[in-house]
């Protein structure tokens, strides 16, 4: 890997995906951009991009592939130099791949790491089918139903241990299923060009933040 990080990273609903892409960027100090997250303070603003996209979001459909990127190119092209960066939620289409290494080849950025969180279906509905929000105390707290100490707390508090409706089981495994028709044939793609780290996502978030480590260590010492 070059210094300067251009990276993407890919993982599955219950892999803990935006909890590890902020942890790299303090890590490893590329810029980062949530598409979703920076999509969604653009409706929020109201800036002429987000009353374009407003619409779609709410309906839940994809923003169309040429205007993504022509985000995504506008972002890039303001980057410093020096600054790299961690790409979460782009590209999520094989076109948008395919104008991400247009826009990547014109800012002379070349892609160097593509981070694939891994979890098994067993381990995805564990995690998020015990995940439950204590609400009602204050501050609202996500905990893990197997966590005696932290429901206990809960409960004392007279707090509501409230599940997602999209947290039950089969609804994680249709989201799962989902998420595997958006990325197979991108990850496939990175893959093919050898530039993809598989990380397994059991675990605690220090643990998978060490094996993320341990594969960007890796491949900077193979890329000398
Ligand atoms: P997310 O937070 O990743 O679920 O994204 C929220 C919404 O933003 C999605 O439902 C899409 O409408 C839009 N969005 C985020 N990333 C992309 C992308 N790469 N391509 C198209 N639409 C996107």
Redesign the pocket.
Known sequence: MTTIPHMIIFGPPGAGKSTQAKRLVERWPPMTL????M??EEVAKQSPLGKQ?GA??AR??????PL?ADVIRTWLTALPPDKGFLLD?????VE?AALFDEILADLKRPLNAVIKLSLSVSEAVYRLGGRRLCYGVGNEEIIHINDEPAVMRCLERNGLLVQRPDDLPNVIVHRLGLYAAETDGLLALYAERGLTHSVHAAGSTEEVAQRIDAALRASMEAAG
């Open positions: 949530s598409t979703g997250q999509l969604r996209v779609v979001i839940g459909e994809l923003i169309d592939d993504m939620g782009f590209p999520r289409t948008q």
